[in-house]
């Protein structure tokens, strides 16, 4: 097996977003623009509730997937097409938006404290038009595996003899939450065929002898595994792959194309009234 090294570390960007909530952006950001299949990646954190109550109100997504995953507090969600929802503190989110969805997340509160993650997934313009998909999970469906100083909750992938809820065939994206104790390694097998990335939230970590201070973003480089080693006050990381689409990405804000004249349209869309197209099919569990 060939271990990946870090090819490039991404400190995270604090950015505003919404009615005023501060994100911690590494993917998305002048220093990684994007990473193919990946488009955004958000880390919202706080224990001041003044910080993220006034959320995310009504905003448009067209062209590509995201994926949300609380780690404390919860999210009301509410979009266009009725769905309703209240992602708990361990739940996930995956909302296809597709043709289009217009949607609303407001952070609540647990103990002051409101933690989790949001990813943006690409889709290949052939899916680009089709019809959303909203698919919610509560912290029971997403497996956990324990032992040896490790803890990992499964996303997506399959670690363990267990498979993650959330499954992306275009991708076949891992996503995996890992905790390590104190000098604990992490060793996982990658497609190598796939763009990963670690970004640690808890403690430190190294790969390959490269330290990955809390608050940073690996962009890993070739091969078919890596490995993981907890600093000595233990990490806690998020581990993803997923295979690359190299098609052309436009991007205007929430519209994610493949040409600029697309982009044109679905801002003529959302301007008329038309972005929203069709109902979404969801999924719980």
């Known amino acids: 097996m060939t271990a990946r090294s870090v090819q490039r570390l991404i400190p995270a960007l604090a950015v505003s977003e919404g009615a005023g909530v501060t994100v911690h952006r590494t993917i998305g950001t002048p220093a990684l623009k994007n990473l193919d299949p990946f488009l955004m990646l958000d880390h919202f954190s706080s224990d001041d509730p003044n910080d993220y109550l006034a959320g995310f109100p009504d905003h448009p ?164 595994s890596v490995a993981l080693t907890a600093g000595g006050e233990g990490t806690r990381f998020i581990l993803v792959a997923g295979r690359p689409l190299n098609e052309p990405i436009v991007q205007y804000g929430p519209f994610v194309m493949n040409t600029r004249q697309e982009i044109e349209q679905a801002m003529r869309d959302y301007q008329e009234g038309r972005l929203v197209q069709s109902k979404a099919s969801v999924v719980r569990a």
């Open 61 to 224: 997504h067209r062209g590509f997937v995201t994926v949300t995953y609380m780690l404390d507090g919860h999210l009301l969600h509410q979009d266009s097409m009725g769905n309703r929802g209240d992602l708990r503190a361990g739940g996930a989110q995956w909302m296809k938006a597709a043709s289009g969805v217009i949607h609303s997340e407001m952070p609540q509160q647990s103990n002051g404290l409101m933690r989790g993650f949001q990813l943006w997934v690409n889709l290949p313009a052939a899916e680009k038009m089709r019809e959303p998909g909203y698919q919610e999970f509560s912290p029971e469906a997403i497996p956990e595996i324990a032992g040896n100083g490790t803890q990992v909750r499964l996303l997506a992938g399959e670690y363990g003899g267990q498979t993650g809820p959330i499954a992306d065939p275009h991708t076949r994206a891992q996503y995996l939450d890992v905790r390590l104790a104190a000098g604990i390694g992490f060793n996982r097998a990658l497609d190598p065929a796939a763009t990963a990335f670690a970004y640690v939230f808890e403690g430190s970590a190294s790969v390959a002898g490269t330290a990955l201070p809390r608050h940073s973003l690996a962009v890993l480089g070739e091969g078919d």
